[in-house]
Nanobody, 122 residues
Framework: QVQLVESGGGSVQAGDSLRLSCAAS????????IGWFRQAPGKEREFVTY????????YYADSVKGRFAISRDNAKKTVYLQMNSLKPEDTAVYYC???????????????WGQGTQVTVSS
């Protein structure tokens, strides 16, 4: 069992920045790929970004490309999501997830955090 805990969410204004953290604990190693997904009320879960276990492969959804940046510190067992130039359409619950491969589909991830709310107002 792997536990993932997100933090860093909050309510901000358009144009502001936030940095989300995803801390792993339990039965885990550095060999996990980490993805970020988000889900707004009434909408389906949306892929945001992923990073491979060694940080060598990173991929962003078009909607966040150029504004968001994912990174990881395996010594701290933590993955970060730096979100800049936030827009109201970024409002959602953000989830980090871990799995054996890096992918853009939610079913490719076995372990999920509880989510953290990000609210961006105009």
């Amino acid at each position: 069992q792997v536990q993932l805990v997100e933090s860093g969410g909050g309510s901000v204004q358009a144009g502001d920045s936030l940095r989300l953290s995803c801390a792993a604990s339990g039965r885990t190693t550095s060999n996990y790929n980490i993805g970020w997904f988000r889900q707004a009320p009434g909408k389906e879960r949306e892929f945001v970004t992923y990073i491979s276990w060694n940080g060598g492969i990173i991929y962003y959804a078009d909607s966040v490309k150029g504004r968001f940046a994912i990174s990881r510190d395996n010594a701290k067992k933590t993955v970060y999501l730096q979100m800049n130039s936030l827009k109201p359409e970024d409002t959602a619950v953000y989830y980090c997830a871990a799995g054996p491969v890096a992918g853009i589909r939610d079913y490719q991830y076995a372990f999920w955090g509880q989510g953290t709310q990000v609210t961006v107002s105009s």
